[in-house]
C-alpha cells in the first residue's frame, strides 16, 4: 500500500510540474491560453474565455498552494 501512495504522489507530482511549465512558460498568456482551449476541444471539452480564465486562476492557486505546503 506504502509504493501505491509514493506512485500517486509520484503522479500528481507530474502533473503539477507540466501544468505549471504550461502557465510559467516564456510565451505569451493568450498564445498558453488558446493552446490549452485547443487542447480541451480536441477532447470535446468548450470553454468560454471567461471559463478559461477561471480555470487558469484555479490551477494557479492550487499551484501555490502546493508550493507553500512544500516550503513548510
Known amino acids: ?3 501505491l501512495n509514493y506512485l500517486a504522489a509520484f503522479i500528481g507530482g ?3 510540474g507540466c ?3 504550461l502557465l510559467w512558460a516564456p510565451e505569451k ?3 498558453t491560453r488558446e493552446r490549452i482551449a485547443e487542447a480541451l476541444r480536441k477532447r470535446g471539452i468548450r470553454l468560454n474565455r471567461k ?3 477561471a480555470l487558469v486562476d484555479d490551477i494557479t492557486e492550487e ?3 502546493v ?3 512544500v516550503a513548510e
Open 1 to 3: 500500500m506504502k509504493a
Open 14 to 16: 507530474a502533473a503539477i
Open 19 to 21: 501544468v505549471a511549465g
Open 29 to 31: 498568456g493568450t498564445d
Open 51 to 53: 471559463d478559461m480564465d
Open 63 to 65: 499551484l501555490s498552494n
Open 67 to 69: 508550493q507553500e505546503s
